[in-house]
């Protein structure tokens, strides 16, 4: 690392330019590009240089990728690197006038470039195109219209009625074909278009009723409660507890990652021009799964989501005596490896893991999604997944089936309270 080329107003100019960037709609919506853009602000004003931040560093220090990690196969830094690159220009097109530092990120390395004292011009309407002109000495004639030839046998007009039915015939045929083959190719190309997000949502889009979108919700009797464990290691077994509904003079405590990635949630689901509506764990019956489509967000904070979904292969799993929670194959009961560490705040340091669940419930006949973490990172890197485009990339092809249940376990790494992007760690369809 070498000194800093930057005085202390620079560095505050650049740092004031870099909020106003991380603060507009195009970067704030994606998490990884304001994880490495400040990593790469860090980099740059400590004086660091190209040798000092490689693809492979950003992938262990910004995304806790593992240090003998592959990156052609694991492309994450450079994908979102060109993110960067483009929501850049895209922040930058809207600006006008004098700024004070304009930011670039070269293609083809990592370290960000600083030009101070830059007039940024709007872009103007694109210049008409221009027509290509014709050499005087050529002549270019119109395509005459095709004619149908008679038999020189047969003065035109004579054919006749059955040949000319079984002409028209054929012709007719000809165009049905074609219809039909371009409707197939347009049908084809449109589904391929289509990211792998959109599929992993579509069978909940398609259904004709609204989306309900199930955030947790306890009572901070609840939350204090000293057997806490015990009750929620007997809802995993399936034990049916009371729950409190309308005469608990308690108040409701919804998570504020949970209440966070609900509303982006509702916010990609609103896109696609889908309905749906918000409520609680206490307010949602077993009744209401039958009345559509049902989005559970969060793990232990969501007792449907461990009422329902404990059965299938990956699923949450608490020891009553030592509180320790990890995520449970059922292939595999005695691993845990992918297991919580503890209650982590926003500034603590670790990894956290998730489940994604698309599951078609056979008692209701309706599909349900689920997203939730061990802890508060791993429900936030779960939505991420599920509403960044940025990541859509990253999706397995298998959930481009309408038809398919699927589970995913995710894993994320939590540096200084951000939480990174989401590393697929396992996939299980059926």
């Known amino acids: 690392m070498h000194e800093s080329p930057w005085t202390p107003e620079q560095r505050a100019t650049i740092w004031r330019a870099a909020d106003e960037i991380l603060a507009d709609p195009s970067f704030r919506k994606s998490r990884r590009c ?54 850049l220009a895209q922040y930058y097109q809207s600006c006008s006038g004098h700024l004070e530092v304009h930011i670039r990120l070269v293609p083809g390395n990592y370290l960000l470039q600083f030009d101070f004292g830059v007039r940024v011009i709007p872009p103007t309407t694109a210049p008409e195109l221009q027509t290509e002109a014709v050499f005087s000495g050529e002549t270019i004639s119109e395509p005459s219209a095709p004619m149908l030839l008679a038999p020189a046998t047969e003065p035109a007009g004579a054919l006749e009625p059955k040949h000319r039915a079984r002409r028209i015939a054929v012709i007719l045929g000809l165009v049905v074909v074609a219809t039909v083959v371009s409707a197939l190719s347009w049908t084809y190309w449109a589904s391929r278009s289509r990211s792998n997000q959109y599929f992993l949502w579509a069978p909940l889009l398609n259904a ?9 919700d306890v009572t901070m009797k609840d939350f204090q409660a000293e057997d806490w464990a015990q009750q929620l290691a007997g809802l995993i077994a399936g034990q049916r507890l009371a729950v409190s509904r309308g005469g608990d003079s308690q108040v409701p405590v919804v998570p504020f990652v949970d209440s966070e990635v609900s509303t982006r949630l509702g916010g990609w689901v609103n896109s696609q021009g889908k309905p749906f509506k918000v409520t609680r764990v206490s307010a949602l019956t077993l009744e209401d799964f039958r009345h559509g489509p049902v989005v559970l ?24 005596v030592t509180k320790e929670e990890w995520i449970e194959d059922l292939q595999n009961p005695n691993k845990r490896d992918w297991k919580g560490s503890g209650k982590l705040l926003y500034s603590d340091s670790s990894t ?23 802890g508060m990172h791993g ?11 940025g990541l859509s990339q990253s999706l397995p092809d298998a959930v481009r089936s309408g038809k398919q249940n699927f589970q995913i376990v995710l894993k994320t790494t939590v540096i200084a309270g951000h939480t990174g992007a989401p590393q697929i760690l396992a996939i299980h369809t059926w």
């Open 34 to 87: 304001v994880v490495l853009f400040r990593r790469l602000i860090e980099h740059a004003l400590e004086g660091g240089d190209e040798d000092g931040i490689k693809e492979r560093t950003l992938g262990i220090e910004v995304f806790g990728r593992e240090a003998v990690y592959d990156t052609n196969t694991d492309p994450i830094v450079r994908m979102t690197a060109n993110e960067i690159r483009k929501r």
């Open 352 to 374: 956290d893991f998730a489940i994604i669940t698309r599951v078609l419930d056979r008692d209701t006949g309706k599909w349900i999604l689920a997203a939730g973490g061990l």
């Open 208 to 216: 004709p009723e609204p989306v309900t979108i199930c955030i947790g």
């Open 379 to 389: 429900t936030e890197s779960a939505g991420d997944l599920l509403t960044d485009s």
């Open 297 to 320: 967000v969060g793990a232990f904070s969501n007792s449907w989501n461990l009422i329902l979904l404990s059965k299938l292969r990956y699923h949450f799993q608490i020891d009553p």
